[in-house]
């Protein structure tokens, strides 16, 4: 029985820009910290084998204190073997990061876009891999067939896409997936996990996602997936897994509907008690999108609710309200307000966002004009 922590995509040292310059600090040193935990994960559960399926490093960011703090890490866990196939963000090469570091013997790193394997006998398990040696790889790396022991545990740990036929980073099919026939393949460039999948043979894919989240396409709790593989003396498989939670941050993304709010004052209070309703604070990122009807004559103002809300750790607002509350009136309006208003509603429910944005303002900016008001008030 092998007992294996899989992990992908850390993407070390990301430089976070949509982040200020302190806050982007923060999360570096918390992707390192996510490190540490790591290593003190396998210690303690005791793995036989941590396998790393791409990205660990962003390569072009990458500084000698964190090589220095992986490569330290490892040295910590002799007992655990360390297999790691390069990413796109990672490539293995001449020039690659991992020929700039010397790693302790428990380190496996493959260096070939050819599928090789590593035999672990004391485990009955081999681990086939593959590396990109750039940042594209254009063909599928289970084209060809894989001749296998099947009396052993075949594991196989790759970087790769397998969501879009886009010829860039290593396509995957679901069909290369099946007819590659591993008991389990442990996958890396999906940030975000959708769980551990069955294969019509008996064996399992997954990808674990990334340790910590770096934006709001990254949301939920990440973490990295533990397994128990066996196989009995017929070949048969045993396979039981868990998902550990892990990042200190949570992104999130979430609409709220503000329609009928009179004032910024009251948008601000109902942001603030939704804020409060889903429980988050200084561990979560939200990015929020306003949506519902407002009144033509009210401004919504972003940049002020997010100043006056310091509860989390970062927050994005964005406004996709419609000015068309209480619309009837103006829809019923005789004058040159309502024929305005008319020719203007079309591409207010536009199904573009620019064009919806667009006609939101003209309409603010026409009705202020129509009622003799200043635009400028509007600014
Ligand atoms: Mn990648």
């Known amino acids: 029985m092998i007992k294996l922590i899989h992990t992908a995509d850390l993407h070390l040292d990301s430089p976070f820009s949509m982040l200020d310059l302190q806050k982007s600090e923060i ?90 394997y590593l035999d672990f006998p004391e485990l009955n398990c081999r681990v086939y891999g593959y590396a990109f040696t750039s940042q594209s790889y254009e063909k599928s790396p289970l084209c060809n067939e894989i001749p296998k022991d099947k009396s052993k545990i075949n594991i196989l740990v790759c970087h790769g896409d397998t969501a879009t036929a886009i010829p860039r980073h290593a396509p995957i099919s679901k069909n290369d997936l099946e007819r590659a026939d591993f008991d389990y393949i442990a996958l890396g460039h999906y940030h975000n996990t959708d769980g551990v999948h069955e294969l019509s043979n008996g064996g399992y894919f997954a990808y674990s996602g990334c340790l910590e989240g770096r934006g709001f396409d990254e949301i939920g709790e990440k973490g990295v997936i533990t397994a128990r593989i066996d196989k009995d003396e017929k070949g048969k498989t045993a396979f039981s897994h868990k998902f550990v939670p892990f990042s200190k941050r949570i992104y999130h993304t979430r609409s709220l509907d503000i329609t009928g709010c009179d004032s910024s004052a009251a948008i601000l209070a109902k942001i603030n008690e939704f804020i409060k309703s889903e429980g988050f604070d200084d561990h979560d990122a939200l990015k929020l999108v306003l949506e519902g009807m407002l009144s033509p004559s009210l401004r919504v103002f972003p940049q002020y609710y997010k100043e006056q809300i310091n509860t989390l750790f970062s927050l994005k607002i964005t406004d996709n309200t419609l000015p068309l509350f209480e619309s009837a009136q103006l829809m019923s309006d005789p004058s040159i307000k309502g024929a305005f208003f008319d020719k203007i509603r079309p591409l207010l429910e536009s199904g573009n966002a620019e064009e919806r944005e667009t006609a939101a303002l003209a309409l603010r900016y026409g009705l202020v004009a129509l009622s003799g008001g200043e635009t400028s008030d509007l600014n």
Do not use: W
Not at 60 to 78: C, D, Q, W
């Open 27 to 116: 999360r570096r040193q918390e992707m390192r910290d996510s490190f540490e935990a790591l290593i003190n994960l396998v210690y303690t559960t005791r793995s036989d084998m941590l396998l790393i399926a791409g990205d660990l490093f962003e390569s072009s960011y990458v500084t000698h204190e964190t090589l220095n703090m992986v490569k330290n890490g490892f040295a910590r866990i002799p007992d655990c073997r360390i297999v790691i196939t390069p990413g796109n963000h990672d490539p293995a090469g001449e020039n690659g990061i991992y020929n700039k570091i010397d790693f302790s013997e428990n380190v496996y790193i493959f260096t070939s876009e050819d599928i090789s």
